[in-house]
C-alpha cells in the first residue's frame, strides 16, 4: 500500500493538513445562483418521486433519480421556520473567537414548495424568533448571481 504524503500547514501552532482539491457546484447549482441575480429562486423536483429540493441537487436521495435542467421550478423564498441557533460568538479568520455586538440567529427553514430544509440568517431579536413562524426572504441591493445576493430572511405577518 502506497502512502501519500501531505504539506502540513500550522496556523497559530495548528497543525492543519493542506486539502487539494477542486469541486464543481455543477450546472443545476449554477443556474441557482445566477437566477439570484434576477430575484428567481430555483429548486429542482424529482422527476421519478416529486420530492423538491432548494437549493437544487442532481440526484435524489430518496430515490436516486438524476435530476436536470428541466426540472428546476421557481419557488418564493417564503417559508416557515422549523428550528433555529443563537450564536454569540464567531471565528475571526485567525482561529479566535470574538464576541458579536448582537447575536446573529440561524434559521432552518421549509420553504413553501419544496421538501428539503434551507439554512440561513434571520433577522430578527432572538427573543422573538419563534419555531413555525412565517419567513421572507430579503434581498441585497446589489445583485451579481451568487450567495451574497440573499441578504437574509425575516418574519413575515
Known amino acids: 500500500?502506497?502512502?501519500?504524503k501531505f504539506d502540513v500547514l500550522t496556523v497559530n501552532g495548528l497543525p492543519i493538513v493542506q486539502a487539494q482539491f477542486n469541486w464543481s457546484v455543477g450546472?443545476?447549482?449554477q443556474?441557482?445562483?445566477k437566477s439570484l441575480a434576477n430575484k428567481k429562486f430555483l429548486a429542482a423536483k424529482c422527476p421519478e418521486c416529486g420530492y423538491i429540493y432548494a437549493p437544487p441537487r442532481n440526484t435524489c436521495a430518496k430515490c436516486w433519480k438524476k435530476i436536470e435542467e428541466k426540472d428546476l421550478i421557481e419557488i418564493s423564498g417564503g417559508g416557515t421556520l422549523v428550528s433555529y441557533t443563537?450564536?454569540?460568538?464567531e471565528l475571526d479568520g485567525k482561529a479566535n473567537w470574538v464576541d458579536l455586538k448582537?447575536?446573529?440567529v440561524i434559521g432552518a427553514i421549509k420553504?413553501?414548495?419544496?421538501n428539503s430544509l434551507f439554512f440561513a440568517p434571520i433577522e430578527a431579536d432572538p427573543k422573538d424568533v419563534k419555531i413555525g413562524?412565517?419567513?421572507?426572504?430579503?434581498?441585497?441591493?446589489?445583485?451579481?448571481g451568487g450567495w451574497k445576493d440573499i441578504?437574509?430572511?425575516k418574519p413575515v405577518s
Not at 443563537?86 to 460568538?89: F, H, I, K, P, T
Not at 420553504?111 to 419544496?114: F, H, I, R
Open 31 to 33: 443556474k441557482f445562483l
Open 27 to 29: 450546472v443545476l447549482m
Open 102 to 104: 448582537k447575536p446573529k
Open 133 to 144: 413562524m412565517k419567513i421572507g426572504l430579503e434581498w441585497n441591493s446589489e445583485l451579481k
Open 111 to 114: 420553504l413553501e414548495g419544496a
Open 151 to 153: 441578504k437574509h430572511f
Open 86 to 89: 443563537v450564536g454569540y460568538v
Open 1 to 4: 500500500m502506497m502512502e501519500k
